[in-house]
């Protein structure tokens, strides 16, 4: 069997070791290369999630704001439409206890002088005293006598239904004033529902 | 409030279109309010056009539909129309008269106002300077809306201008102050699916609770019409002046308005002027759009954005022709823009807010605004302008800088103008995106903008 020169072998195995220490450096080089350009995109990837992050919050931030003004907006409104309904509850009734009471109201006294007050008021505004004048079954009495101060006046037959008051009639029919109380009271229903709304605490 | 009630009169001379005249009538007075009895009973509610000679000329607000000569009565109720206005308004929902349309009472009034209103002493206005972001970023970044203006939006039909008002009435707010803000929202002869969705989106954003909407729907009386936008504008001038709110108006649509002057001008048979409206509407629409500003000594404003739809997409039509001599700029809806897709479809080269330069910059936006907005103008521009060649050319036909602009144009519709619906944008994030379309042109293109703003903002990609 032919034996290599020793010399050979020497040579063949400080190549293989010069190849491999080589091979070692440029992986070694290669891994620390590689090592670096993560650690650089890293670095480089920080701002951009740290801006990714703050729009994450800031986009939520406006969501939970978003929906926190739904619900207290919601609950607000349910709230105060609650509150009103019982307001308007309660001022109702005290209206309803105020008719029954005027309804009721005894037509002797102050009655007469109020009568004669609304007349004056309805023939100042219809500009004659040429009127025929409607009142309820209960005022016919009262209506009558106070109708001897305005010359020309009649009063009608027929009877209206109402709490109290006149209705006035000019004699060609052209014109009418209703002065009934209900009038009346329908007219400033707005400014009573304010005054009675006060009287519960409620301060506009 | 007057107390004192009115006369019934039962002599009807004629009743035509909207139009009641009644005879023997010995005391009337203009502008007074009527009440028309039908031989139903039915109540229905109107005011003196004119009156002489014994006749008063009563205009039916709700119809005169059903009235026949005999057997109606016309009650002078012996004051003027009047909407009872306090706090409580706010978070309520009315009808085009004022009534309420929520199923709650009326509410408890503070006052009694005419919904005429009281004319603004011009000695006494102060002029608007103060920001109103909307989160509309093409509005806050190119055609700033400032407390005290009127920035009407011209549309045309079928377009997203509702979407839109909606939008602005949700967002609205005063940055950086803990004033008050309330809007008024009237809509005018709008469809009942439109107008759910303003109360819809209201509710459900929660933005009701500042708000005060008026619905006058289409199936309304025309004439009704013609209150609305007068109730709103009442409402506003108590928050804005009583309680110092700033109040945001918004009215749409102010073209059904003018129509329905249009109707009661041809039943009075009066001469009409351009396309049958009559000659007095440009007077008739100054009495609206006037009723905005802000007053010395008054801690509230008065913010109107009316809306009006253009017939034909026409913008020399009568309507939108007069109201942009009254308002102070206008924000135009492109069709284009709108068949692409785009929301909300602005055509920003047709817009313009004259009031924008005093209430945009330091102290109230940021000291670059003015500039970049300038500069994404200018851009946006030349873009259209390279479109148009790319047409001719083709895009082979570009140089590079031509490219760019046309960049630029694209992503100004897609980043910029586009935007959600219910997407609120900061200041800060709609001068952020200018700041990207500036960017994408290099800086020598930059010659709007001072070079401190420049260093500052400008990031190439």
């Known amino acids: 069997m032919d034996k290599s020169h020793p010399l050979t072998n020497l040579a063949l195995e400080q190549t293989i070791d010069k190849i491999l220490n080589q091979t070692q450096k440029d992986i070694e080089s290669s891994i620390d290369s590689a090592l670096n350009d993560t650690n650089q995109t890293l670095d480089d990837a920080i701002p951009k999630l740290d801006k990714e992050y703050d729009k994450i919050i800031a986009d939520g931030k406006k969501e939970a ?25 309660s001022v109702d009734k005290v209206f309803t206890k105020a008719l029954d009471q005027i309804t009721n109201n005894d037509r002797s006294g102050d009655y007469a002088n109020l009568i004669k007050s609304l007349l004056d008021e309805s023939t100042r505004i219809l500009g004659t005293s040429e009127v025929i004048v409607t009142a309820n079954s209960k005022d016919r009495d009262v209506v009558q006598s106070a109708l001897s101060g305005f010359p020309g006046s009649e009063l009608s037959p027929d009877t209206i239904e109402c709490i109290g008051g006149v209705i006035i009639k000019s004699k060609d029919g052209a014109m009418t004033f209703d002065n009934t109380l209900d009038a009346r009271i329908e007219r400033l229903k707005p400014l009573i529902r304010k005054d009675i709304a006060a009287k519960f ?3 506009n | 409030m007057t107390t004192e009630g009115g006369v019934q009169y039962s002599k009807i001379a004629e009743i035509k279109g909207p139009l009641v005249v009644v005879d023997d009538v010995e005391s009337a007075a203009f502008d007074e309010l009527v009440e028309i009895e039908t031989t139903e009973g039915e109540r229905r509610l109107g005011k003196v056009l004119e009156v002489g000679n014994g006749k ?26 009047e909407m009872p206005v306090s706090k409580e308004v706010l978070g309520r929902v009315f009808d085009g008269l004022g009534r309420p349309k929520d199923g709650l009472p009326d509410p408890i009034a503070d006052k009694f106002v005419d919904i005429n209103g009281e004319p603004m002493n011009p000695e006494q206005r102060e002029y608007p300077k103060d ?11 190119l055609m700033t809306l400032v407390r005290g203006q009127k920035l009407p939006i011209f549309s045309g039909s079928g377009m997203s201008h509702n979407l839109l008002a909606a939008q602005i009435a949700r967002q609205a707010s005063v940055v950086g102050k803990q004033d008050d803000f309330a809007v008024v929202f009237a809509a005018i002869g709008v469809q009942y699916s439109e ?25 309304d009386p025309a004439i009704e019409r013609i209150i609305t936008p007068r109730v709103a504008l009442t409402v506003a001038e108590y928050l804005a002046f009583d309680l110092g709110m700033h109040v ?42 006037e009723r905005a500003g802000k007053l010395n000594g008054r801690k509230g404003s008065v913010t109107q954005v009316p809306i009006l739809s253009m017939p034909s997409d026409d913008i020399t039509h009568p309507i939108p022709d007069l109201t942009g001599y009254i308002t102070e700029g206008q ?33 109230s936006t940021r000291d670059d ?10 851009a946006y521009s030349r873009a259209q302008e390279v479109r148009a060649l790319a047409g001719i050319v083709g895009k082979a036909g570009l140089t590079e800088i031509d490219l760019k602009y046309m960049d630029v144009g694209d992503t100004f519709e897609k980043e910029f103008l586009t935007q959600a619906t219910d997407e609120n944008r900061t200041i800060e994030e709609t001068l952020g995106l200018m700041w990207k379309i500036v960017s994408k042109l290099p800086k020598n293109e930059i010659t709007k903008i001072k070079d401190k703003h420049v260093e500052k903002y400008y990031k190439e990609e």
């Open chain 2, 195 to 219: 107008a759910e969705y303003f109360r819809r989106s209201l509710e459900e954003s929660g933005a009701l609770k500042r708000s005060v909407l008026f619905l006058n729907t289409a199936d």
């Open chain 2, 369 to 378: 605004h003015s500039e970049v907005s300038n500069q994404v103008y200018d």
């Open chain 2, 248 to 289: 945001l108006v918004v009215m749409t649509d102010m073209t059904n308005y003018a129509e329905a002057l249009r109707e009661i001008s041809a039943a009075r048979e009066e001469v009409p002027g351009r396309k049958g409206y009559p000659g007095y509407l440009y007077t008739d629409l100054s009495t609206i759009y």
């Open chain 2, 56 to 81: 008063a000329i009563v205009q039916v607000f709700e119809g005169t539909t059903g009235l026949s000569i005999s057997g109606t009565k016309a009650k002078f109720v012996g004051k003027v129309m």
């Open chain 1, 201 to 203: 605490g409620v301060n």
């Open chain 2, 131 to 141: 920001f109103i972001q909307t989160g509309v970023s093409v509005i806050d970044g």
């Open chain 1, 65 to 89: 704001d978003k929906i926190e003004k739904q619900i207290i907006g919601g609950a607000d409104i349910e709230a105060r439409n609650k509150q009103l309904m019982a307001l308007e509850a």
């Open chain 2, 331 to 363: 924000i135009v809806v492109g069709r284009d823009l709108f068949r692409q897709g785009v929301y909300p479809p602005i055509n920003i080269l047709m817009s313009l807010s004259r009031l924008m330069k005093d209430g945009i910059g330091e102290g």
